[in-house]
């Protein structure tokens, strides 16, 4: 089956520490993306990267990291330097990015302790 | 900047009930728009977009939606809702050949059975 994989589905974490959510896709996609969930707002951009070996800042990069060394793959680095970490990590991917419509994994759950 | 506004934050209704939720997008150029739903559990998924033509989209489920553009609004619309509707709705705009979308705060809609 094609998909996004996210791992793990929870994650907990003491402050002060670095964790990487893993984003994985077989769907062939270029464009991926990383989304964090808090109760009423909705989903906002952390990274996004069109193609591999490039990324670009979204809306809410402070305190965040992130790697396209594969086409399939884009994990994310939460840093010490992330003030409010804990939260639910949707990452997604798209077709080239003329075309709008992401797919959705199934998101990680993180909390910093 | 870009923004999605979504009207409504929870919504109850009953079964059989009729279901409109209100988005409105701030960008007045040339917009693709997209509601998504996150049951229970479950991944996000889309529901229906819209890129051009035809204002009025109809997506899974019994979903359609409807693009105004005098109005800045894509109001999703169900005439019947069923219990198995019970979950969290996104709306979102991109702006062509950016990849980025911008998602609203999301509404949560319960139905009773």
């Known amino acids: 089956d094609g998909g996004i994989t996210q791992s793990p589905k929870y994650l907990f974490r003491k402050e002060g520490q670095n964790v990487t959510l893993s984003c994985e896709q077989n769907?062939?996609?270029?464009?991926m993306y990383w989304y964090r969930q808090d109760p009423g707002q909705g989903l906002r951009l952390i990274y996004y990267?069109?193609?591999?070996?490039?990324?670009q800042k979204g809306d809410i990069a402070e305190g965040y990291s992130v790697s396209r060394e594969k086409k399939e793959s884009f994990p994310l680095t939460v840093t010490s330097a992330q003030k409010n970490p804990t939260a639910f990590y949707l990452c997604?991917?798209?077709?080239?990015?003329?075309?709008?419509?992401?797919?959705f994994g199934p998101g990680t759950r993180l909390t910093v302790l | 900047a870009q923004s999605v506004s979504q009207h409504n934050h929870h919504v109850i209704l009953s079964e059989a009930a009729s279901l409109e939720l209100g988005c409105n997008y701030s960008?007045?150029?040339?917009?693709?728009l997209f509601w998504y739903v996150q049951y229970p559990g479950q991944h996000l998924q889309l529901l229906l977009k819209y890129f051009s033509g035809d204002p009025l989209v109809k997506g899974i489920k019994g979903f359609e939606a409807e693009f105004i553009k005098s109005k800045f609004s894509f109001n999703l619309r169900k005439p019947s809702v069923q219990w198995s509707d019970t979950a969290e709705y996104f709306c979102?705009?991109?702006?062509?050949?950016?990849?980025?979308?911008?998602f609203g705060q999301g509404t949560t809609l319960q139905v009773k059975p």
């Open positions: 769907l062939n996609h270029d464009a």
């Open positions: 960008y007045g150029g040339t917009v693709n």
């Open positions: 990267s069109q193609i591999v070996n490039d990324f």
């Open positions: 979102a705009s991109s702006f062509r050949n950016t990849g980025k979308l911008i």
């Open positions: 997604a991917s798209s077709k080239p990015i003329s075309n709008n419509e992401q797919f």
